[in-house]
């Protein structure tokens, strides 16, 4: 059985976590990717976000707004 933290989001499913008003798009998500705010992980050529770390970034983003 796979736990929360174990679980891979696409980077549009990551996207849709966002909460409503906030707009990121997947090109943020790849510039917060490089710029390491957002751990993601790459099999099959293909980028992946752990649903913890989505989570994380959602809390971080809004302590800091």
Do not use: C, W
């Not at 174990?6 to 409503?20: G, N, S, W, Y």
């Not at 998500?29 to 790459?42: N, P, Q, S, T």
Request: hydrophobic share 40%; glycine share 6%; proline share 2%.
């Amino acid at each position: 059985m796979m736990r929360n933290q174990d679980v891979f989001l696409t980077v549009d499913e990551a996207v849709k976590m966002m909460p409503e008003g906030v707009n990121v798009d997947r090109f943020h998500l790849y510039r917060e990717r490089k710029r390491g705010k957002i751990i993601a992980h790459k099999f099959g050529g293909r980028i992946y976000f752990k649903k913890s770390e989505v989570e994380k970034y959602i809390k971080q983003a809004a302590e800091t707004a």
